[in-house]
């Protein structure tokens, strides 16, 4: 039985061989004890057991019309894991390099005859985002734009589960930086310059404000003279 240990789906050989003294052999039989008589041929391929421990049991009959002794084997079929994202939140989500903010993922694994013992998490964009079932991660350390996100489980057979996906919108609030202001102290008839600058990640600065917090809204320029 090659091979002996495997995951469900996989293609599975029955090879065994028979001999009949007086006589010759006329059926054969191979029977699992989990999922009963499957196959009638001396040799054979499967990928239809179930999964679980298997005894596998090969006998003939000759044209006599008797059974031989059984023959034994084993087979281990597991089970593959199944992943689920249950949330990332926000999925469209903004970040700030100057006040970075955070996404949530959650995903789940099952394994109907094992446990769980490694999660991966992807970004089309940024490879490797975690290795857990659920965590909060940095937005600053994604790149903006469409992420597809892949999530998938390991369980203790080493099988990992057939990726799942969904999606991440990773937008970008603008920075605003003041440069400068000239003279920081003066007489108040005196003119103060400003100088500031913004930047976006995923577009352009399209508007400046500057405001006071005794006279409000200054000016809409990046650079103002007051």
Same mark, same amino acid.
């Given at each position: +039985?090659? *091979?002996?240990?495997?995951?469900?789906?996989?293609?599975?050989?029955?090879?065994?061989?028979?001999?009949?003294?007086?006589?010759? +052999?006329?059926?054969?039989?191979?029977?699992?004890?989990?999922?009963?008589?499957?196959?009638?041929?001396?040799?054979?391929?499967?990928?239809?057991? @179930?999964?679980?421990?298997?005894?596998?049991?090969?006998?003939?009959?000759?044209?006599?019309?008797?059974?031989?002794?059984?023959?034994?084997?084993?087979?281990?079929?597991?089970?593959?894991?199944?992943?689920?994202?249950?949330?990332?939140? *926000?999925?469209?989500?903004?970040?700030?390099?100057?006040?970075?903010?955070?996404?949530?993922?959650?995903?789940?694994?099952?394994?109907?005859?094992?446990?769980?013992?490694?999660?991966?998490?992807?970004?089309?964009?940024?490879?490797? &985002?975690?290795?857990?079932?659920?965590?909060?991660?940095?937005?600053?350390? &994604?790149?903006?734009?469409?992420?597809?996100?892949?999530?998938?489980?390991?369980?203790?057979?080493?099988?990992?589960? *057939?990726?799942?996906?969904?999606?991440?919108?990773?937008?970008?609030?603008?920075?605003?930086?003041?440069? @400068?202001?000239?003279?920081?102290?003066?007489?108040?008839?005196?003119?103060?310059?400003?100088?500031?600058?913004?930047?976006?990640?995923?577009?352009?600065?399209?508007?400046?404000?500057?405001?006071?917090?005794?006279?409000?809204?200054?000016?809409?320029?990046?650079?103002? @003279?007051?």
């Amino acid at each position: +039985v090659s *091979p002996s240990s495997t995951v469900e789906g996989t293609m599975v050989t029955f090879n065994a061989t028979s001999s009949d003294e007086d006589g010759s +052999v006329v059926e054969y039989e191979w029977e699992s004890s989990r999922d009963g008589v499957f196959g009638d041929v001396q040799n054979l391929t499967s990928s239809n057991l @179930s999964t679980g421990y298997h005894q596998i049991t090969f006998r003939v009959i000759d044209n006599d019309n008797l059974w031989s002794v059984q023959s034994f084997a084993h087979l281990y079929i597991n089970s593959i894991p199944v992943a689920n994202i249950t949330s990332i939140t *926000p999925q469209i989500a903004y970040k700030n390099n100057l006040t970075s903010t955070t996404a949530t993922f959650s995903g789940s694994v099952s394994d109907s005859d094992g446990n769980i013992t490694h999660y991966f998490w992807n970004s089309s964009k940024d490879e490797t &985002l975690g290795t857990a079932g659920n965590f909060t991660y940095n937005l600053t350390n &994604l790149q903006v734009g469409n992420h597809t996100i892949y999530f998938q489980g390991r369980d203790n057979f080493t099988t990992w589960s *057939p990726a799942v996906t969904t999606w991440l919108l990773v937008k970008a609030y603008p920075n605003a930086t003041i440069d @400068s202001i000239s003279p920081q102290f003066v007489n108040e008839t005196k003119v103060v310059s400003m100088f500031g600058s913004g930047s976006d990640e995923d577009g352009n600065t399209t508007e400046y404000r500057w405001f006071s917090d005794l006279d409000g809204l200054i000016g809409d320029l990046n650079n103002i @003279s007051i």
